[in-house]
């Protein structure tokens, strides 16, 4: 009998016969099409990818976090970019977006903002907007 990378994580082994690893499964992940898979269209879900947003000076709050306002490229108001409060992650200081609870299915509840590929420090998107009613940039995938 062979086998095979678990195909949701990538690092346990398992038989060529079963789908995912005793780990993967113990998650109570929907389905793998639905972890690295391709939607109803055949693209791939939006929450894998990067997501480009806008964000304005103006100050908004959600779940508890006040920041400023963040839009899609549907100009949608989709949250709000605050800075990373959790002393214990490496995001500590960082612009986050805390999504609205309506968009959380399908964006998620939290990316990090990054510029050039790295984490953008919150003090220096609030010097961008100091200068500038609006900022675009991209998030992490999630």
């Known amino acids: 009998m062979g086998y095979k990378k678990c195909p949701i994580c990538e690092i346990n082994w ?10 993967c499964a113990g ?15 055949g693209s791939p879900p939006n929450r894998d990818k990067e997501l480009t947003v806008t964000i ?20 949608r108001k989709i949250g709000v970019v605050f800075k990373s409060d959790d002393k214990r992650t490496v995001r ?23 510029i050039n590929g790295a984490y953008l420090p919150f003090d220096r998107l609030k010097n961008i907007l100091s200068r500038q009613e609006k900022y675009v940039c991209t998030t992490d995938v999630r």
Request: net charge positive.
């Open 56 to 75: 304005m000076k103006t100050i908004g709050v959600a779940r508890g976090k006040t920041g400023y306002l963040a839009y899609d490229n549907n100009n």
């Open 92 to 114: 500590y200081g960082n612009s986050e977006l805390c999504f609205y609870e309506k968009y959380e299915s399908e964006l998620g509840a939290w990316r990090i903002i990054k």
């Open 27 to 41: 998650k109570n992940l929907h389905s793998v099409s639905n972890h690295v898979g391709a939607n109803k269209r």
């Open 14 to 23: 398992i038989e060529e016969s079963a789908e995912t690893c005793t780990v």
